[in-house]
């Protein structure tokens, strides 16, 4: 279990401290960066999390640099989540109207003024449901790990099935396990959304 | 470059046996999940207390637990009980499942998006619910929720990957099979990745080509 | 016009949504032919009767009949429904038909009319309110005022022995409010039966026979249209006429 939060939340400060700058150059930046971001994107996303883990497992390896099943899992799932955070990002600021802005310089404030106070806050209130689905995401495909033979939830779940022979038994207990943290991030993060509501100002939540 | 072409060529009948099942599990399970989808949907929009009861906890803890956890439990977990089920059988009823869930919630996000007026003005030229439902309802709610199945058929194609744990034939099992012998498993699954990311985009294509011909003016989309 | 046989017949209908008393007691008839206009400030129960007709909204206390039968009791109400068109503020078309499909669906799927059969009704109920030409049209393509009529087309195929109108022009842009009530004035003058829920005074004073001023959940006061403008008998809805004067400026 403590193995599967350690990939968890490594991942999504991995794919967080990626998908900021990512996201600001798929919306402010030129030409050429939006055009590799985009690419970046879509190959990240096309591609599914398990050849991803395997391409980094084996490939890196290639160019010198050796590391354990654990790093490889976190960079390749890290990766995956940036690309599908920055998504997340760029729709929210996208979604926050041009005219705010526009409200804003006409009071005077410079751009990067208008993004802090005006638009960060709703891109904010924007992003949080989505970035909940991606933090529960993240933690279910934290079990991809198992395939590289990191001993995280699932795994764990295994060996105790080959001293004990009750697959049902146990595998109920580990997906119980994975449906109780979901249910903890899904009311922690609903109530920070809560919180933050602004009445009027209503966010459509997407699924997966 | 060199060794990836050689990858193909010596192993193109494997690859594409494998490229063969993972279509056929993807397509069977996203057909048998549509179905699944549109039940629990309507069950936990339009059901009374016990069926909207019933669908509401299938569909979170099925969404709220890993799908390979849901596959070992269908293949490891049946037998001691007394049902065997072949690799292809447990992968294609757990993806099946697990797609239902994901395609109920993108269907009940869409009717809910559907405004109530609808179903006020279905009633009032005498329909039933069951008839305002299936004439007015869905045929809107289907409509505006196919980019959303888009995506589920691509999340699909590639949780079909995670077959391969369970034993199932599918690309990434036999990428590890070719691996196995030649031992360049980089390159291997470079090529398998690369066969995924245009499969991938082929179908993105297909389908936005779809959604252009079922398009009906002032019915946008659900994403 | 006047032959006096009773078409519907609301009897002390009563209505509460949690302990909030929507409607306390409404009653009156309508005639065959006969159209009655309802005005009343806005949360004062309306859009409620209406709904309580055609079973939209259950009431709590009180009968109403359609001509021999007691809606309120029956078991069958959609075919009830089927017998009183209803006419929304935001027309409430389906969003995935054309035009003509809209007119047709009730037919076809409801009545079970044959396809040919109900695509010729369909057309002759578009064609009675102008709108032949937008048949392939989707609510989308259509102006307010265009909607509003296909939707008077919808509920007119059905051949209802009643039409309930519920503020029909007031989601519409102001030029667009003459096409519809020219399509209202031409079908209570060939002899529907109307109800109509309107702050169109020009339309209340030309077209019906008898106003309704409901306040609070009560009916205040009904007379003909001269009379309640000339004396109305009770000082609120000399108020409200008086407000509804300064706003639209009769
Ligand atoms: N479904 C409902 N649930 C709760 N309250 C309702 C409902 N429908 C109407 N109301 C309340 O009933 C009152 C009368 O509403 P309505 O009939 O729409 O008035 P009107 O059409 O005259 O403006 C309003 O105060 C409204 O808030
Ligand atoms: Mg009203």
């Not at chain 1, 395997?54 to 940036?82: C, H, K, Q, T």
């Not at chain 3, 009180?62 to 001509?67: A, P, S, T």
């Not at chain 3, 209803?86 to 969003?95: A, C, E, I, M, R």
């Not at chain 3, 109920?125 to 919808?154: D, F, T, W």
Request: aromatic residues 10%; charged residues 20%.
């Amino acid at each position: 279990m403590w193995v599967t939060l350690q990939i968890t939340f490594l991942t999504l400060g991995l794919g967080l401290v990626l998908a900021l700058p990512i996201s600001f150059g798929q919306v402010y930046g030129n030409k050429w960066i939006k055009a590799f971001i985009a690419g970046y994107e879509k190959v990240l996303r096309s591609i599914p999390e398990l050849v991803i883990l395997f391409l980094i497992f084996y490939g890196f390896p290639r160019i010198g640099v050796r590391f354990s099943p654990f790093v490889a899992v976190v960079l390749g799932l890290g990766f995956r989540s940036s690309a599908y955070q920055s998504q997340i990002f760029r729709g929210a600021i996208n979604s926050v109207s041009s005219a705010q802005m526009r409200a804003a310089r006409s009071l005077g404030m410079t751009n990067l003024k208008g993004f802090i106070n005006v638009v960060l806050p709703q891109a904010v209130r924007i992003a949080l449901p989505p970035w909940t689905n991606e933090f529960t995401i993240v933690l279910k495909d934290s079990s991809l790990a198992y395939a590289l033979g990191v001993t995280e939830l699932l795994r764990q779940g295994g060996y105790i099935i080959a001293t004990k022979y009750e697959p049902m038994l146990i595998y109920l207990t580990v997906a119980a396990m994975y449906f109780i943290v979901t249910l903890i991030i899904n009311r922690g993060l609903g109530s920070v959304e809560k919180r933050l509501a602004i009445p009027g100002f209503d966010v459509k939540e997407t699924v997966r | 470059m060199e060794r990836m072409w050689k990858i193909v060529v010596e192993n193109w009948p494997k690859l594409l046996e494998g490229l063969g099942v993972t279509l056929e599990m993807t397509m069977i399970a996203v057909v048998i999940g549509f179905v699944i989808g549109v039940i629990l949907a309507i069950a936990r929009v339009y059901g009374n207390k016990l069926f909207y009861g019933i669908s509401t906890a299938v569909i979170e803890v099925i969404r709220g637990t890993p799908l390979l956890v849901q596959l070992f439990i269908l293949y490891y977990g049946l037998p001691p009980l007394g049902v065997n089920l072949s690799p292809f059988m447990a992968a294609i009823i757990g993806f099946a499942i697990n797609s239902g869930c994901y395609q109920a919630e993108y269907l009940r996000g869409s009717i809910q998006s559907i405004a109530d007026n609808q179903m006020k003005a279905a009633r009032s030229l005498g329909m039933t619910k069951r008839q305002a439902i299936l004439q007015v309802i869905m045929p809107q709610a289907l409509r505006r929720v196919i980019p959303a199945w888009t995506n589920e058929f691509i999340y699909l194609l590639k949780y079909t990957s995670l077959a391969y744990i369970v034993g199932a034939p599918e690309l990434m099992a036999q990428a590890k099979f070719i691996a196995s012998r030649n031992f360049q498993f980089f390159e291997v699954y470079l090529v398998v990745a690369i066969i995924y990311l245009v499969v991938v985009l082929f179908f993105t294509k297909l389908f936005s080509m779809l959604e252009k011909k079922v398009e009906i003016p002032g019915l946008e989309w659900v994403r | 016009m006047s032959e006096n046989r009773v078409v519907l017949r609301v009897e002390n209908l009563k209505k509460s949504f949690g302990d909030k008393e929507v409607l306390k007691g409404v009653s009156f008839d309508m005639n065959e032919g006969e159209t009655k206009v309802i005005i009343g400030p806005s949360g004062t129960g309306k859009s409620t009767l209406l709904s309580c007709i055609n079973m939209l909204v259950t009431p709590d206390e009180g009968k109403i009949w359609l001509e021999e039968e007691e809606v309120t009791s029956a078991k069958n109400i959609n075919r009830i429904r089927q017998e009183i068109g209803f006419v929304f503020q935001d027309f409430g078309l389906f969003n995935h038909l054309t035009a003509l499909r809209n007119v047709m669906v009730g037919l076809t799927k409801v009545k079970k009319v044959e396809k040919e059969k109900a695509r010729e009704l369909a057309m002759k109920e578009l064609k009675r309110v102008g709108l032949e030409r937008e048949a392939k049209m989707y609510p989308a393509q259509l102006s307010g005022g265009q909607k509003q009529r296909v939707g008077i087309a919808r509920a007119l195929a059905m051949q209802p022995k009643i039409i309930l109108f519920d503020e029909p022009t007031s989601a519409l842009d102001p030029e667009l409010i003459g096409e519809v009530l020219s399509v209202m004035k031409n079908l209570a003058e060939s002899g529907m039966t109307m109800l109509v829920v309107t702050h169109e005074m020009g339309f209340a004073r030309t077209v019906s026979d008898e106003i309704i001023f409901m306040e609070h959940g009560h009916i205040v006061e009904q007379s003909a249209p001269e009379e309640m403008f000339k004396n109305p008998k009770n000082p609120r809805t000399k108020e409200f006429l008086f407000k509804l004067n300064e706003l639209y400026g009769e």
